[in-house]
């Protein structure tokens, strides 16, 4: 049997680590499936998240998968393809990777005489796209403009600019289905078999590299590893004090840290702070930005 593809793409914090976990407890319960994280740092937060759902996950620390590194991302897929025979696999590419990069790795045919891509699907942030797109163009537009799915998030936090995005993503891709509801009113059958008869009849050349970007050239990381135990209101103190004065440009910061309440899951976007107790362990925090101070960072977060 061949196996099926999903590719969930989207930029920093648009919540591709939420819609894998709701994916496998509703629809892929009783197949066997394997996680493929292209995170973009030195270790990925996510696989850990995501390695207590009971999947396999490979991970592939290496940037964005781009031309130069697809070699290693084609025989990565072709070895859990001969590993592990799974019925799934999930392809979660890093918040500022090019979703054309995973689309053309995928046509290999070491991997189509195996596997077949099922379906591609972006999550963007109401909030925060419009932002996104004025100054991440390249990659943010690439993402859209290569899906067959767009999955809007936080609408029901922000049901008044859901127009605004739905708008936006149909001006980069008119042919793509936009799902628009809050999460917990949509199933996740209707997610991954939305109607995309346009995969038929829209090819998207954007495979090209002479001119491409690699997310390197455009964006820091900055990986902490400290065995400080925080209290909570410490944490917070702190990563209020690197939003607050800037060390660089701070766009996304997540991680699995130590608490005097045990291990503590951290998400931070711009103006949105999330700490929540984590039963995964872990004493990391990765910091994706541009300019980043990494010398004041390593020592806000590690410094008694």
Same mark, same amino acid.
């Given at each position: 049997?061949?196996?099926?593809?999903?590719?969930?793409?989207?930029?920093?914090?648009?919540?591709?680590?939420?819609?894998?976990?709701?994916?496998?407890?509703? =629809?892929?319960?009783?197949?066997?499936?394997?996680?493929?994280?292209?995170?973009?740092? @030195?270790?990925?937060?996510?696989?850990?998240?995501?390695?207590? =759902?009971?999947?396999?996950?490979?991970?592939?620390?290496?940037?964005?998968?781009?031309?130069? %590194?697809?070699?290693?991302?084609?025989?990565?897929? *072709?070895?859990?393809?001969?590993?592990?025979?799974?019925?799934?696999?999930?392809?979660?590419? =890093?918040?500022? !990777?090019?979703? =054309?990069?995973?689309?053309?790795?995928?046509?290999?045919?070491?991997?189509?005489?195996?596997?077949?891509? *099922?379906?591609?699907?972006?999550?963007?942030?109401?909030?925060?796209?419009?932002?996104?797109?004025?100054?991440?163009?390249?990659?943010?537009?690439?993402?859209? @403009?290569?899906?067959?799915?767009?999955?809007?998030?936080?609408?029901?936090?922000?049901?008044?600019?859901?127009?605004?995005?739905?708008?936006?993503?149909?001006?980069?891709?008119?042919?793509?289905?936009?799902?628009?509801?809050?999460?917990?009113?949509? !199933?996740?059958?209707?997610?991954?078999?939305?109607?995309?008869?346009?995969?038929?009849?829209?090819?998207?050349?954007?495979?090209?590299? @002479?001119? #491409?970007?690699?997310?390197?050239?455009?964006?820091?990381?900055?990986?902490?590893?400290? *065995? *400080?135990?925080?209290?909570?209101?410490?944490?917070?103190?702190?990563? %209020?004090?690197?939003?607050?004065?800037?060390?660089?440009?701070?766009?996304?910061?997540?991680?699995?840290?130590?608490?005097?309440?045990?291990?503590?899951?951290?998400?931070? %976007?711009?103006?949105?702070?999330?700490?929540?107790?984590?039963?995964?362990?872990?004493?990391?925090?990765?910091?994706? !930005?541009? #300019?980043?101070?990494?010398?004041?960072?390593?020592?806000?977060?590690?410094?008694?």
């Amino acid at each position: 049997m061949t196996t099926e593809i999903y590719i969930i793409s989207g930029f920093l914090g648009a919540g591709k680590t939420t819609l894998i976990q709701k994916l496998i407890k509703e =629809s892929f319960q009783k197949d066997k499936v394997v996680l493929i994280e292209n995170d973009f740092g @030195e270790i990925s937060i996510d696989a850990a998240l995501l390695k207590s =759902s009971g999947i396999e996950v490979k991970e592939i620390n290496a940037g964005c998968i781009c031309c130069s %590194l697809s070699g290693d991302f084609v025989k990565a897929v *072709k070895e859990l393809l001969d590993r592990f025979h799974p019925d799934k696999i999930i392809i979660e590419p =890093s918040g500022v !990777g090019k979703l =054309s990069d995973i689309v053309k790795a995928c046509s290999d045919q070491r991997i189509q005489q195996l596997a077949k891509v *099922k379906s591609k699907i972006t999550i963007v942030d109401v909030k925060r796209c419009k932002v996104y797109l004025h100054n991440f163009g390249e990659f943010f537009e690439d993402q859209i @403009e290569n899906a067959d799915v767009v999955l809007l998030s936080h609408t029901e936090n922000f049901p008044d600019k859901i127009r605004d995005a739905y708008n936006l993503i149909k001006s980069l891709n008119p042919n793509s289905t936009i799902l628009s509801k809050p999460w917990n009113q949509i !199933g996740a059958t209707e997610i991954l078999y939305s109607e995309h008869e346009h995969k038929k009849n829209v090819h998207h050349n954007h495979f090209g590299c @002479e001119h #491409n970007h690699w997310a390197e050239e455009f964006f820091d990381t900055v990986t902490i590893h400290t *065995k *400080k135990i925080f209290s909570i209101d410490d944490l917070e103190a702190r990563i %209020l004090d690197m939003e607050k004065n800037a060390k660089g440009t701070i766009l996304r910061a997540k991680g699995i840290l130590r608490s005097t309440n045990g291990y503590v899951n951290v998400q931070y %976007l711009p103006g949105d702070i999330r700490i929540t107790n984590c039963t995964t362990s872990g004493e990391m925090l990765c910091i994706i !930005g541009q #300019n980043l101070n990494q010398q004041e960072l390593h020592n806000l977060f590690s410094e008694e």
